[in-house]
C-alpha cells in the first residue's frame, strides 16, 4: 500500500507557473505508474498526465501539451507536475495517483491510491 501528498498548489495569475509535488510512502514507489488529474467544479475528474514506473514514458491530455510537464523523481519517492503559462481554465483541484497494475494508464478506474488533492487557481 501506498500513500500520497499532494503540494504546491496555490493563487497564480494567467500565464505564471506552479510546481505540485507528490510524495509518496513506502518502499515500492518505483513500481508503481503515476498520473495527474484534475477535477474543476462542477466537472468531472479528468486526466491530465501519466508517467511510466521508470520515468521513460510520459503522455499528456492534449489540453496541456507543451505547458504542464510530468516528471519524477524514484530516490525520492516523489512526482512533479511543472505548470507553465497557466489559464483560466486550468483552475481545479490536482490529484496525483499510483497504479501498481499498469506501467502508465490514462484511465482513472485502474489507478489505487490517490492523494487528497492540492488548489490550484488561475486568475486572469
Known amino acids: 500500500q501506498v500513500q500520497l501528498v499532494e503540494s504546491g498548489g496555490g493563487l497564480v495569475q494567467a500565464g505564471g507557473s506552479l510546481r505540485l509535488s507528490c510524495a509518496a510512502s513506502?518502499?515500492?514507489?518505483?513500481?508503481?505508474?503515476m498520473g495527474w488529474f484534475r477535477q474543476a467544479p462542477g466537472k468531472e475528474r479528468e486526466f491530465v498526465a501519466a508517467?511510466?514506473?521508470?520515468?521513460?514514458?510520459?503522455y499528456y491530455v492534449d489540453s496541456v501539451k507543451g505547458r504542464l510537464t510530468i516528471s519524477r523523481d524514484n530516490a525520492k519517492n516523489t512526482v512533479y507536475l511543472q505548470m507553465n503559462s497557466l489559464k483560466p481554465e486550468d483552475t481545479a483541484v490536482y490529484y496525483c495517483?499510483?497504479?501498481?497494475?499498469?506501467?502508465?494508464?490514462?484511465?482513472?478506474?485502474?489507478?489505487?491510491?490517490w492523494g487528497q488533492g492540492t488548489q490550484v487557481t488561475v486568475s486572469s
Open positions: 513506502g518502499r515500492t514507489f518505483r513500481s508503481y505508474g
Open positions: 508517467i511510466s514506473r521508470n520515468g521513460a514514458s510520459t
Open positions: 495517483a499510483a497504479t501498481s497494475r499498469y506501467d502508465y494508464n490514462l484511465n482513472m478506474l485502474k489507478y489505487d491510491y
